[in-house]
């Protein structure tokens, strides 16, 4: 019986989690979760959130993080509650939303660009209440609940003053590596090799972001060129490259 109720239990939380990895478990929805500041516009951002439940009030909580080194193998999150510290304010950090009430939270820069880009991303999540307790139907009976709260990551740049996109790619053999040596990050999006004009295979990982310094290596199906095409959205411009 202990091993049934064990198997149930595993099962049971693990339909749940299935269930809830898209929107329609979540309480509220955010957008966009990802943005930038324009060099020339206004000096601040919009955040909406908005709380899809028809019957219930949902409470929002904020926690706001400043990247250092980001997508690198020392990557560290900074938080503080002094926003001078971090330049950036949140207004307001909390919400109270009534059933399918919309509302903004705004992103405002307190600290200039400089000459590296910065990257923050906040979180925003329902706060949940304490789970209330259940008497057990029988004696000896265990219960075994199960909550998941969806919550939300917004990713939000802060261009440098004069953003320079450049990358290096180095091939060795089947093997490409590409390092992003400006100072913002890049997209990458179609890599591929080309055997002949009419013939060529797609690799790499489109979809790829290379932050400022980070490096990226990937495998190729032959000891050739490879093309590739990379997006600097703080410039709004698409780049093409090639290897050896």
């Given at each position: 019986?202990?091993?049934?109720?064990?198997?149930?239990?595993?099962?049971?939380?693990?339909?749940?989690?299935?269930?809830?990895?898209?929107?329609?478990?979540?309480?509220?929805?955010?957008?966009?979760?990802?943005?930038?500041?324009?060099?020339?516009?206004?000096?601040?951002?919009?955040?909406?959130?908005?709380?899809?439940?028809?019957?219930?009030?949902?409470?929002?909580?904020?926690t706001l993080k400043l990247i250092e080194n980001p997508g690198m193998p020392n990557e560290r999150s900074i938080e503080s509650r002094n926003p001078k510290e971090v330049g950036l304010l949140l207004t307001p950090p909390k919400l109270v939303l009534a059933p399918n009430q919309r509302r903004s939270i705004r992103v405002s820069l307190l600290k200039p660009p400089g000459e590296q880009e910065r990257i923050y991303r906040i979180k925003v999540m329902p706060v949940l209440g304490q789970l209330k307790r259940v008497a057990p139907v029988s004696q000896g009976e265990k219960?075994?609940?199960?909550?998941?709260?969806?919550?939300?990551?917004?990713?939000?740049?802060?261009?440098?003053?004069?953003?320079?996109?450049?990358?290096?790619?180095?091939?060795?053999?089947?093997?490409?590596?590409?390092?992003?040596?400006?100072?913002?990050?890049?997209?990458?999006?179609?890599?591929q090799q080309c055997t002949s004009a009419d013939k060529c295979v797609e690799t790499g990982v489109t979809g790829k972001r290379l932050?400022?310094?980070n490096t990226y290596t990937f495998e190729i199906p032959e000891a050739g060129p490879v093309s590739f095409e990379t997006v600097a959205e703080t410039l709004d411009k698409k780049s093409a490259g090639q290897t050896n």
């Open positions: 019986m202990q091993l049934r109720s064990f198997f149930s239990k595993v099962i049971f939380m693990t339909l749940a989690c299935t269930l809830c990895v898209h929107h329609a478990c979540a309480r509220i929805i955010v957008s966009p979760l990802r943005t930038q500041f324009k060099l020339k516009d206004k000096p601040y951002q919009d955040i909406s959130v908005f709380n899809q439940q028809k019957d219930k009030k949902s409470y929002v909580g904020t219960r075994l609940f199960l909550r998941v709260n969806v919550a939300f990551l917004v990713e939000l740049v802060i261009p440098p003053i004069k953003p320079v996109a450049k990358i290096s790619a180095i091939r060795n053999g089947k093997s490409v590596t590409v390092k992003n040596i400006g100072n913002t990050n890049l997209l990458f999006g179609k890599i932050y400022a310094g």
